[in-house]
């Protein structure tokens, strides 16, 4: 038997390679930085160059190696084109996480069917879609790889009823599942898949509904009695990317402040 690692070692990410969709800001660069920070060559993208830009000098400020490609993980095209690059830049991906997502607020029974289109096409068919492209093209090769889907604790139930976010819900829900579903079909490949299921974060994506229901009250709900902060997912993100994490496949983490134990999530 091999001499055990220590600690440090098991979460060293020196060598790896990243590719991080939704990465320009919010929980994507924060995943991204903690990536990096543990020595991990990363790559980000979004539709935003201007926002890409911003985004990889912070890494570069932090002292990552860090570049971006700016794409639309709900346009197939745009997925294979980002497949394509991320290979020729990186020669290979160790680590996918897939972040890019979207939202839609209206009662179900008025919610525009265009808008659950494109919440069903970025949150479900995009992470199928580069999981399988990325998959068969650098990861089963390779017989490695980690994936991390980012899931929500909306999909692992209902909401308030203020909250009529009824795709994303959906859209979430299928995230647990393809994740346990990849991660049984992959796992003899070599291949680690695992969701983080966050609760309330500041972010462009939860701003409106912050500012509508109050930060204060929303934390008053979680056990923790707080949101989610710039470090709260580093921690999580780490572990399932690094070899500290090579016995766990086929999980769905919350992140929450205790949120999903009070609704049996």
Same mark, same amino acid.
């Given at each position: 038997?091999?001499?055990?690692?220590?600690?440090?070692?098991?979460?060293?990410?020196?060598?790896?390679?990243? %590719?991080?969709?939704?990465? /320009?800001?919010?929980?994507?660069?924060?995943?991204?930085?903690? %990536? &990096?920070?543990?020595?991990?060559?990363?790559?980000?993208?979004?539709?935003?160059?201007?926002?890409?830009?911003?985004?990889?000098?912070?890494?570069?400020a932090a002292g990552i190696d860090a570049s971006f490609i700016a794409a639309d993980a709900g346009k197939p095209d745009d997925i294979n084109r980002l497949a394509d690059e991320a290979l020729a830049q990186l020669g290979h991906v160790d680590i996918l996480i897939n972040n890019a997502g979207a939202s839609w607020g209206a009662p179900a029974q008025e919610h525009p069917l265009e808008a659950w289109d494109k919440v069903m096409n970025l949150n479900v068919r995009g992470y199928f879609l580069l999981s399988q492209a990325i998959g068969k093209r650098s990861m089963i090769p390779r017989k490695s790889g980690r994936i991390i889907?980012?899931? /929500?604790?909306? &999909?692992?139930?209902?909401?308030?009823? @203020?909250?009529?976010?009824?795709?994303?819900?959906?859209?979430?829900? *299928?995230?647990?599942? @393809?994740?346990? *579903? %990849? *991660?049984?079909?992959?796992?003899?490949?070599?291949?680690?898949?695992?969701?983080?299921?966050? &609760?309330? @974060?500041? /972010?462009?994506?939860? *701003?409106? %509904?912050? /500012?509508?229901?109050g930060e204060d009250n929303i934390a008053k709900g979680a056990p923790l009695m707080r949101i989610g902060d710039d470090e709260d997912l580093k921690g999580v993100t780490l572990l399932f990317a690094s070899d500290a994490g090579k016995h766990i496949t086929g999980q769905i983490l919350p992140v929450d402040g205790g949120v999903s134990a009070l609704i049996g999530g």
């Open positions: 038997m091999s001499t055990p690692r220590k600690v440090q070692q098991l979460f060293d990410l020196t060598g790896r390679t990243a %590719l991080i969709t939704g990465g /320009s800001r919010g929980l994507g660069l924060q995943m991204a930085h903690a %990536l &990096g920070e543990a020595g991990a060559k990363v790559l980000v993208s979004s539709r935003k160059a201007a926002d890409l830009d911003e985004a990889v000098a912070s890494l570069k889907n980012v899931a /929500s604790i909306a &999909g692992l139930g209902g909401n308030p009823p @203020f909250m009529q976010t009824i795709a994303y819900n959906t859209s979430k829900g *299928a995230v647990v599942n @393809f994740t346990r *579903a %990849l *991660a049984c079909e992959w796992g003899h490949l070599g291949i680690r898949v695992n969701a983080i299921a966050p &609760g309330f @974060f500041p /972010s462009k994506m939860t *701003a409106g %509904l912050l /500012s509508m229901a």
